[in-house]
């Protein structure tokens, strides 16, 4: 009879810890359908999503027909506004034509001031870039407004189809070209849009490039 007892106790005891397992699992469950009810019902939900690392940019290289904005500091009169004429070159006064094109504005500034070094004690000058003319794309195709955009500092495929009006009605995009001419050849990327406008790939938003031409079909 004691061992019965025994037995009778250990079973008890064993059915009450599953019955407290149990009640635990069920709170537990609760807990979650609530929480999920409530984020369901949230007004602002967020979503990250990891960008690829964008390497830096690189300094802006003058061009033809870039308009200049050039101070040299305490000379008024060899100050002002120049564009940068077919071959490269600005006209500037004292010291004629001076090669710009292909330079950052930080290398046409010292150039100058080496140059009107000999007119002009302690020469300071400043370069700045007031219209960058010769930094342009270009939109084909089914786009709402095809043509030539000024590309800016940054610009990826998104922003540069925004510019352009956005899609046509008939417009692919899931085939977008961009064609990018070299020294000695050109390189065509496809790109399927389709994945950046869902938000699957931002990789797929690549970089603008100056002289590029964004051929929608």
């Keep these: 009879m004691k061992i019965s007892k025994i037995a009778f ?23 979650s359908m609530v929480a999920c009810s409530l984020f369901d019902s949230a007004p602002v939900r967020e979503k990250v999503v990891q960008h690829p690392v964008a390497k830096t940019l690189d300094p ?31 006209a ?36 700045r870039v ?18 030539a955009y000024k590309l800016h500092s940054g610009e990826v495929l998104s922003q540069a189809l925004a510019e352009a009006g956005g899609l046509a009605e008939f417009a692919d995009p ?10 000695s050849e050109t390189v065509v990327l496809t790109v399927n849009y389709n994945v950046v406008r869902s938000g699957g790939d931002v990789s797929a938003d690549v970089p603008v490039e100056p002289g590029d031409t964004v051929q929608v079909p």
């Design 92 to 127: 500037m006064p004292l010291i004629g034509r001076v090669p710009a094109a292909g330079l950052t504005p930080d290398q046409l500034k010292v150039d100058l001031e080496k140059r009107y070094a000999r007119y002009v004690h302690g020469a300071n000058a400043t370069v």
């Design 60 to 90: 802006y290289m003058i061009g033809s027909d870039d308009e200049l904005d050039i101070i040299v500091w305490t000379q008024p009169q060899l100050s002002g506004k120049v564009t940068v004429a077919s071959d490269g070159t600005i």
């Design 9 to 31: 106790a250990h079973d008890y005891v064993r059915a009450g810890a599953a019955l407290t397992v149990t009640g635990l699992l069920v709170v537990a469950i609760s807990i």
């Design 130 to 147: 007031s219209d960058p003319a010769s930094h342009v794309f270009y939109a084909l195709g089914q786009v709402n407004k095809p043509g």
């Design 174 to 183: 899931g085939k977008i070209r961009i064609l990018r001419h070299k020294e």
